[in-house]
């Protein structure tokens, strides 16, 4: 799960997916990072720990990391939140069949139309409220394409 800071949408992102795939009982591995080295160590923003908090998920122990070469080679898949993330991270890497490990996240649940999870960032607590159910939607049906794959 891919954002700018990887202290808002990726985090919630990555809390997410944990919770579905532990209730699915789907053994995947599932990390977060940014596209930037803005908040490298840091915890997620307040108000992406307390929406997802309100929601039954623990956010406060993930810690800001930047995306690398590596991770494309660790990780099967890649959901970028918006296209400047997809630019940035498909930049990372030269070989095609790495660059299209990325994905927009909301082509899983509004397919083929490029939507973006907006940056909460700079706005008020209904921003997160959003991207809480933007992302909570997406990963639903991420939980079922890997349901259907291990079947
Ligand atoms: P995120 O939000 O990409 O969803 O983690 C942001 C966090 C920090 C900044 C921008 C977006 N920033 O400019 O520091």
Same mark, same amino acid.
């Given at each position: 799960?891919?954002?700018?800071?990887?202290?808002?949408?990726?985090?919630?992102?990555?809390?997410?997916?944990?919770?579905?795939?532990?209730?699915?009982?789907?053994?995947?591995?599932?990390?977060?990072?940014?596209?930037?080295?803005?908040?490298?160590?840091?915890?997620?923003?307040?108000?992406?720990?307390?929406?997802?908090? *309100? $929601?039954?998920?623990? +956010?406060? =122990? &993930?810690?800001?990391?930047?995306?690398?070469?590596?991770?494309? !080679?660790?990780?099967?898949?890649?959901?970028?939140?918006?296209?400047?993330?997809?630019?940035?991270?498909?930049?990372?890497?030269?070989?095609?069949?790495?660059? *299209? $490990?990325?994905?927009? +996240?909301? =082509? &899983?649940?509004?397919?083929?139309?490029?939507?973006?999870?907006? !940056?909460?960032?700079?706005?008020?607590?209904?921003?997160?409220?959003?991207?809480?159910?933007?992302?909570?939607?997406?990963?639903?049906?991420?939980?079922?394409?890997? $349901?259907?794959?291990?079947?």
């Amino acid at each position: 799960m891919v954002c700018l800071g990887n202290i808002c949408r990726s985090p919630m992102a990555e809390g997410i997916l944990k919770q579905k795939a532990e209730k699915h009982k789907l053994a995947i591995e599932i990390d977060s990072a940014g596209t930037s080295d803005y908040h490298i160590g840091d915890k997620p923003d307040k108000r992406a720990s307390s929406t997802c908090f *309100a $929601k039954g998920i623990d +956010i406060s =122990n &993930l810690r800001g990391r930047q995306l690398c070469k590596a991770d494309f !080679d660790e990780f099967d898949r890649i959901f970028v939140m918006d296209f400047s993330n997809y630019e940035n991270s498909i930049a990372l890497v030269n070989e095609p069949e790495k660059q *299209a $490990k990325v994905e927009m +996240i909301l =082509n &899983l649940s509004y397919p083929g139309e490029n939507r973006s999870v907006p !940056d909460p960032y700079f706005g008020g607590d209904e921003g997160f409220e959003q991207v809480y159910h933007l992302l909570d939607n997406a990963c639903d049906v991420l939980i079922e394409q890997i $349901k259907n794959e291990e079947s």
